[in-house]
């Protein structure tokens, strides 16, 4: 199976498994070896009492598109440390993508960096995350 091939596969098993990114509505857009290219829009129930964006809908995003980059090579991982920086105010019908890239990468540790832009391509959040590989193969019967 390809590198791009086995990463869909991956991230098709966990998104299925995933209500909480179900929920949020995140679109996956783009799945590969290493990168993850995920989508939302904003609605009102994610917005705080500020009337912007909670934090955790950035956040929420970044975090998947890093579990979906750090585990489309086929083998579990999990994240061992994360942060962001929200750079923009996030409002109401605001679409949001998120660009995970792989930043250096180990038998054990994985570092990545998410950004995410906003419809009209302005960064909103930078999430940075590092991710330990189990040793376990999503599909090990392969």
């Given at each position: 199976m390809d590198p791009k091939e086995l990463a869909t596969k991956v991230v098709d098993q966990m998104y299925n498994n995933?209500?909480?990114s179900q929920w949020l509505g995140i679109e996956r857009v783009e799945d590969g070896a290493g990168i993850s290219l995920l989508r939302l829009t904003v609605t009102k129930e994610m917005l705080n009492g500020?009337?912007?964006?909670?934090?955790?809908?950035?956040?929420?995003?970044?975090?998947?598109?890093?579990?979906?980059a750090a585990n489309s090579y086929g083998q579990q991982c999990v994240s061992i440390e994360t942060s962001i920086s929200h750079t923009k105010a996030v409002k109401e019908g605001d679409v949001l993508t998120a660009v995970a890239k792989?930043?250096?990468?180990?038998?054990?540790?994985?570092?990545?960096?998410?950004?995410?832009f906003n419809q009209d391509n302005e960064n909103v959040a930078i999430f940075k995350g590092?991710?330990?590989n189990t040793g376990k193969a999503w599909f090990p019967e392969e």
């Open positions: 995933d209500p909480f500020f009337g912007i964006a909670h934090g955790g809908i950035t956040y929420s995003l970044a975090d998947s598109a890093l579990a979906f792989e930043a250096n990468k180990t038998d054990k540790i994985s570092r990545y960096e998410i950004t995410i590092s991710a330990y």
